[in-house]
């Protein structure tokens, strides 16, 4: 129905109704201060709402195709994008520009996560990769291989530990 929805949790009733025009929702991040939900789109849009409003604050335009997965960080205002077209970008909500293009997976981003600094990014993709990236310069930190598709990453509190999930079969 081209929606994502803002829920209270203790009611369970339903606050805010977000439409998209033109495409189905396929990720969704609330901003660290909970002001703000991130909705990336299929057709390549993020836009940014107010989460008490449920007003349109900005689109944000960078992906050839769509969105599948969004990540923010935990103490500033980033939010990292992964993309459909393997590219993942890190975008400054606070005035709603691109500040860096993560280059170097072959297939779509399926996961990815922000450590607690705000420094390093972990992603994970089809072309069957978890990549470590310098937020800071955009540079490729590592690279873990899985037998199948990266679906899920994490990155522990600490930022001692990063875990992966993927369709590997046994």
Do not use: C
């Amino acid at each position: 129905d081209y929606t994502a929805r803002i829920w209270a949790v203790d009611s369970g009733r339903e606050l805010h109704r977000l439409v998209h025009e033109k495409d189905r929702v396929t990720s969704v991040a609330f901003s660290p201060d909970s002001h703000y939900l991130v909705t990336g789109t299929a057709d390549a849009r993020a836009s940014i709402w107010n989460a008490e409003t449920g007003e349109k604050q900005k689109e944000l335009r960078g992906h050839s195709v769509g969105i599948g997965v969004s990540a923010a960080d935990q103490g500033r205002s980033f939010l990292l994008t992964g993309g459909d077209d393997g590219n993942g970008y890190l975008w400054d909500l606070r005035v709603g520009a691109r500040v860096q293009k993560l280059v170097g997976h072959r297939a779509p981003i399926n996961a990815a996560a922000i450590s607690a600094d705000g420094r390093t990014a972990l992603t994970g993709s089809d072309d069957k990769t978890a990549r470590f990236w310098n937020l800071r310069t955009g540079e490729e930190l590592a690279v873990e291989s899985h037998f199948g598709a990266v679906m899920a990453v994490a990155l522990s509190p600490d930022g001692k530990l990063a875990a992966t999930g993927g369709r590997d079969k046994a």
